[in-house]
């Protein structure tokens, strides 16, 4: 029985880590200093009313719960640069980079989305600014 478990637990991890090759991870750190590179598309892929409600600076909004995200995405992001793409947790987002990364596009998501970058104090534009 331990045999069968450890069996069906090292093939789970191997899916897991192999279905996530086409996109980095990286913490509030590493994604700030990306980002600070202005050669870098800043992608929030969250509803409009998050969006409003705080985003990173040049923040691109594509919701990615839209049936067209693929279609505004490939129509609005170029393929030569860098894409880092955010949400508010960092699990729409890896799905983003995940659909993207299939079409060619290089991406680093932002573990934790938007809510570790606030917790580390980094600053956010609301719709009023």
């Known amino acids: 029985m331990k045999k069968i478990l450890t069996c069906i637990l090292a093939v789970l991890g191997l899916n897991t880590a192999c279905g996530q090759g086409n996109f980095e991870n990286t913490d509030v750190q590493g994604f700030a200093e990306l980002i600070a590179d202005t050669?870098?598309?800043?992608?929030?892929?969250r509803?409009?009313?998050?969006?409003?409600?705080?985003?990173?600076?040049?923040?691109?909004?594509i919701d990615y719960h839209q049936s067209d995200f693929?279609?505004?995405?490939?129509?609005t992001l170029p393929k030569e640069k860098v894409i880092a793409v955010y949400?508010?947790?960092?699990?729409?987002?890896?799905g983003a980079a995940g659909i993207l990364g299939d079409k060619?596009?290089?991406?680093?998501?932002?573990k934790g989305g938007i809510i570790a970058w606030k917790e580390a104090?980094?600053?956010?534009?609301?719709?009023n600014e």
Do not use: Q
């Open 39 to 45: 050669n870098v598309v800043v992608l929030d892929v």
């Open 47 to 61: 509803t409009a009313s998050e969006f409003a409600e705080g985003h990173l600076e040049r923040a691109v909004n």
């Open 104 to 110: 060619g596009y290089k991406l680093v998501n932002l």
């Open 70 to 75: 693929a279609e505004k995405a490939i129509a």
């Open 87 to 94: 949400c508010r947790s960092g699990r729409r987002s890896a």
């Open 121 to 127: 104090g980094k600053p956010v534009i609301t719709a």
